[in-house]
């Protein structure tokens, strides 16, 4: 027998979703999210013959093949994309999350697939220009339920994009567990929205790894950027800071300066899988169940966690909040962009019909429901999960959608004499 025979014959190659799976039930570590629950998708699909995916990797690839996903290319992380060509963007942050966060599941022998999912969809609903206009939608929205971007992804998946093949109103049919950990990313919550997902209860382990690395991500990579736009040089010129004060970081972390930030990235990547497995093994935690269940009674913290280095996360939290957010450069853009996209709302919630036409006629259509003397008016059922559907979300889901580009250009049209129509 040749060699690939026997390959194929002991290894059971080639291998198609139902192998695929029992090989993840056999070797993923008992705490781990092996497989979907029973009936994980809202809505049943016809099976696939040959399927050379598990579940997770179909869910995986419907957010990398969604429209959502390729505009998160020219969204705001910190610095406007047109800024440069080196700053990151939502894209490559959320590629980045996942690259990091399927290390450190590798390592504690948890599902890579389920990890990687739930990163490169977890920041699908952020808004153009970053958190200034996340904070501004959840202002406009104050009294319809807020407006917070992790729930806005889950709104995404399962409103908004729509999946060729599959019936409109399905969305991407994303599995509960994706869902799940796209929507506990971080802590902020609607009252009563997303019921069906459990909002007060910790995801998963795989979860809760994407939770800790989109933080370590996007404080380190934004450290470097700031650093890449000379957002320091002002503060040390005048005195209020000083380039040791940058240095000192790198001590924080036993790290180097001269290797860039992904000797931090590299200690805290090592921190959170040693602190991590610690929790596992000194708490006899064996299950899914009781990953879910935990909680430290000193430090209140989950399952996965900073260890030795958690002080030291802290601080370098407080200096990129303080010298890169707090920036006059990046209030000056925040102000900004709040300013216009404040207009642009207003303009047109004052005269929709300005909008394009199919957005047009979904304001036109929720007004009149939300007019009539229907019980249902203004409400969603529960396939909807608790959202009230009103002109207001209709008007934010699209300028939520928007990229940067897009925003500076609706603007220009609808407010500069000298632009074509």
Same mark, same amino acid.
């Given at each position: 027998?040749?060699?690939?025979?026997?390959?194929?014959?002991?290894?059971?190659?080639?291998?198609?979703?139902?192998?695929?799976?029992?090989?993840?039930?056999?070797?993923?570590?008992?705490?781990?999210?092996?497989?979907?629950?029973?009936?994980?998708?809202?809505?049943?699909?016809?099976?696939?013959?040959?399927?050379?995916?598990?579940?997770?990797?179909?869910?995986?690839?419907?957010?990398?093949?969604?429209?959502?996903?390729?505009?998160?290319?020219?969204?705001?992380?910190?610095?406007?994309? $047109?800024?440069? %060509?080196?700053?990151?963007?939502?894209?490559?942050?959320?590629?980045?999350?996942?690259?990091?966060?399927?290390?450190?599941?590798?390592?504690?022998?948890?599902?890579?697939?389920?990890?990687?999912?739930?990163?490169?969809?977890?920041?699908?609903?952020?808004?153009?220009?970053? $958190? @200034?206009?996340?904070? &501004?939608?959840?202002?406009?929205?104050?009294?319809?339920?807020?407006?917070? $971007?992790?729930?806005?992804?889950?709104?995404?998946? %399962?409103?908004?994009?729509?999946?060729?093949?599959?019936?409109?109103?399905?969305?991407?049919?994303?599995?509960?567990?994706?869902?799940?950990?796209?929507?506990?990313?971080? !802590?902020?919550?609607?009252?009563?929205?997303?019921?069906?997902?459990?909002?007060?209860?910790?995801?998963?382990?795989?979860?809760?790894?994407?939770?800790?690395?989109?933080?370590?991500?996007?404080?380190?990579?934004? &450290?470097?950027?700031?650093?890449?736009?000379?957002?320091? !040089?002002?503060?040390?010129?005048?005195?209020?800071?000083?380039?040791?004060?940058?240095?000192?970081?790198?001590? &924080?972390?036993?790290?180097?300066?001269?290797?860039?930030?992904?000797?931090?990235?590299?200690? &805290?990547?090592?921190?959170?899988?040693?602190?991590?497995?610690?929790?596992?093994? %000194?708490?006899?935690?064996?299950?899914?169940?009781?990953?879910?269940?935990?909680?430290?009674?000193?430090?209140?913290?989950?399952?996965?966690?900073?260890?030795?280095?958690?002080?030291?996360?802290?601080?370098?939290?407080?200096?990129?909040?303080?010298?890169?957010?707090?920036?006059?450069?990046?209030?000056?853009?925040?102000?900004?962009?709040?300013?216009?996209?404040?207009?642009?709302?207003?303009?047109?919630?004052?005269?929709?019909?300005?909008?394009?036409?199919?957005?047009?006629?979904?304001?036109?259509?929720?007004?009149?429901?939300?007019?009539?003397?229907?019980? @249902?008016? +203004?409400?969603? %059922?529960?396939?909807?999960? +608790?959202?009230?559907?009103?002109?207001?979300?209709?008007?934010?889901?699209?300028?939520?959608?928007?990229?940067?580009?897009?925003?500076?250009?609706?603007?220009?049209?609808?407010?500069?004499?000298?632009?074509?129509?």
């Amino acid at each position: 027998m040749d060699t690939l025979s026997k390959i194929e014959k002991e290894c059971g190659y080639p291998r198609y979703k139902a192998q695929i799976e029992q090989h993840q039930i056999q070797y993923l570590a008992p705490f781990a999210t092996k497989v979907p629950k029973e009936g994980s998708r809202r809505f049943e699909e016809p099976a696939y013959n040959y399927e050379t995916r598990s579940e997770f990797q179909r869910d995986r690839d419907r957010i990398i093949h969604s429209k959502a996903f390729r505009r998160l290319l020219y969204k705001t992380q910190v610095f406007v994309n $047109h800024e440069g %060509d080196h700053y990151r963007t939502r894209m490559t942050h959320s590629l980045e999350v996942a690259q990091i966060a399927r290390g450190i599941a590798r390592s504690l022998g948890v599902n890579e697939d389920l990890v990687e999912a739930i990163a490169l969809g977890h920041d699908l609903g952020h808004t153009p220009f970053g $958190h @200034a206009v996340e904070s &501004l939608l959840s202002e406009l929205l104050k009294d319809e339920q807020g407006f917070y $971007h992790n729930e806005q992804s889950v709104r995404i998946v %399962d409103q908004i994009e729509v999946k060729r093949g599959l019936d409109q109103k399905f969305g991407l049919n994303l599995t509960w567990e994706v869902r799940e950990g796209i929507l506990k990313h971080n !802590d902020d919550r609607t009252p009563g929205i997303y019921k069906s997902l459990e909002p007060d209860k910790p995801s998963g382990i795989e979860g809760q790894i994407v939770a800790l690395v989109d933080t370590v991500a996007y404080l380190c990579h934004d &450290l470097e950027d700031g650093i890449e736009a000379g957002l320091f !040089d002002d503060a040390i010129r005048h005195g209020l800071l000083n380039k040791r004060d940058i240095d000192e970081l790198w001590d &924080l972390f036993d790290a180097r300066p001269e290797n860039g930030v992904s000797s931090i990235i590299n200690r &805290l990547v090592k921190d959170i899988v040693d602190s991590t497995w610690h929790v596992l093994r %000194d708490n006899n935690i064996d299950s899914t169940e009781k990953v879910r269940a935990f909680r430290d009674n000193e430090t209140n913290n989950r399952v996965v966690r900073v260890g030795k280095y958690s002080e030291s996360f802290k601080k370098l939290r407080k200096f990129v909040g303080k010298y890169v957010y707090g920036n006059t450069m990046t209030a000056i853009m925040d102000t900004k962009a709040k300013k216009f996209i404040r207009e642009i709302y207003e303009s047109y919630m004052n005269n929709p019909k300005q909008l394009p036409g199919d957005v047009y006629k979904s304001f036109i259509d929720v007004s009149k429901a939300n007019n009539s003397e229907s019980k @249902a008016a +203004g409400t969603w %059922d529960d396939f909807n999960d +608790g959202y009230r559907l009103t002109p207001a979300r209709v008007l934010c889901d699209f300028i939520a959608s928007m990229t940067d580009r897009y925003a500076l250009e609706t603007y220009d049209r609808l407010f500069d004499p000298h632009i074509k129509i």
